[in-house]
T-cell receptor
Framework: NAGVTQTPKFRILKIGQSMTLQCTQD?????MYWYRQDPGMGLKLIYY???????DKGEVPNGYNVSRSTTEDFPLRLELAAPSQTSVYFC???????????????FGEGSRLTVL | TQLLEQSPQFLSIQEGENLTVYCNSS?????LQWYRQEPGEGPVLLVT?????EVKKLKRLTFQFGDARKDSSLHITAAQPGDTGLYLC????????????FGKGTKLSVIP
């Protein structure tokens, strides 16, 4: 089973360029998430989705956009890249929640982005 | 926004030693998860704790949820080099939340 697949694994962008990080999952999970991880800062939630056609902002959404046209795919769009967006980006999915208990998050291997 | 504070931030120990890492907050959690992240990979779930005072064991790893559900600890017995990684605690920021808030993590190095 592939689980959560992210592409590309590495990318270097120039300031002002745009790009899309791709994420797809084959577990039929309703919930999907994008996190960024900076050294010593843990994981910060950018955007999340509870199902196809539904997205919502997380803690650090500025400079990013997402869409969820299918259950499987949850791409993250960076418009006008800035050095502050240099980070490792993780896509994750989960089956959902049961009451107050968040289900297990399954993460991709990450996409390392450098903006110069 | 609740804050999850993890300590220590870094820990370097010799193979065979025991260690404990902590995850604390001033907020009450409905549940709490522990993940381990190895270099170049995404985090992987180790355990979810739900009930105050709960203790869960995973081989040499023992997880405890505080009685008041505000804190948690992870104890590793006889650490091995394979335990090396970043240990992250995570919890939903509020009742019925779809999100997880993560602590900054404890980076563990186990030296052979």
């Amino acid at each position: 089973n592939a689980g959560v697949t992210q592409t590309p694994k590495f990318r270097i962008l120039k300031i002002g360029q745009s790009m899309t990080l791709q994420c797809t999952q084959d577990m039929n999970h309703n919930y999907m998430y994008w996190y960024r991880q900076d050294p010593g800062m843990g994981l910060k939630l950018i955007y999340y989705s509870v199902g196809a056609g539904i997205t919502d902002k997380g803690e650090v959404p500025n400079g990013y956009n997402v869409s969820r046209s299918t259950t499987e795919d949850f791409p993250l769009r960076l418009e006008l890249a800035a050095p502050s967006q240099t980070s490792v980006y993780f896509c994750a999915s989960s089956f959902g929640t049961s009451g107050d208990i968040t289900g297990e998050l399954f993460f991709g291997e990450g996409s390392r982005l450098t903006v110069l | 926004t609740q804050l999850l504070e993890q300590s220590p931030q870094f820990l370097s120990i010799q193979e065979g030693e025991n260690l404990t890492v902590y995850c604390n907050s001033s907020s009450v959690f409905s549940s709490l998860q522990w993940y381990r992240q190895e270099p170049g990979e995404g985090p992987v779930l180790l355990v979810t704790v739900v009930t105050g005072g709960e203790v869960k064991k995973l081989k040499r790893l023992t997880f405890q949820f505080g009685d008041a559900r505000k804190d948690s600890s992870l104890h590793i017995t006889a650490a091995q080099p394979g335990d090396t990684g970043l240990y992250l605690c995570a919890a939903p920021p509020g009742a019925g939340s779809y999100q997880l808030t993560f602590g900054k993590g404890t980076k563990l190095s186990v030296i052979p």
